[in-house]
């Protein structure tokens, strides 16, 4: 399994948690999170293996054989993620930046 498509499965999982927050609220912002976190995913999926954020997150420490370990900032970043806030791409860049902070790679 490609790390890319470990990443997009944790992303959905995401999605899912979001979307269960959606069926509790009565406005529409958690579920259009939660879509955009699906939109992520899929373009996460076809990323080639090599992408310059997904290796990034493979040298934080995130992406292990067919498993995540994100940490809790990183949990945080993407479960707070506004569907106003940015597109996949970002999503994958400030994940990516979260994962280094908390491996010890960046430091900030």
Avoid at 43 to 53: K, N
Avoid at 94 to 107: F, I, M, N, Q, W
Wanted: proline letters at 4%; charged letters at 30%; hydrophobic letters at 45%.
């Amino acid at each position: 399994m490609e790390k890319t498509e470990v990443l997009a499965a944790w992303l959905r999982e995401q999605a899912r948690w979001r979307m269960a927050l959606a069926a509790r609220s009565s406005d529409d912002t958690d579920a259009r999170s939660a879509v955009a976190l699906l939109d992520a995913a899929a373009y996460v999926a076809d990323l080639p293996p090599d992408d310059p954020e997904v290796c990034r997150l493979i040298d934080a420490g995130c992406l292990i054989g067919t498993m995540t370990r994100f940490g809790d900032n990183a949990v945080r970043l993407i479960r707070n993620w506004s569907h106003r806030t940015a597109g996949p791409r970002e999503i994958l860049r400030a994940l990516a930046t979260v994962a280094e902070r908390e491996s010890g790679l960046l430091r900030g």
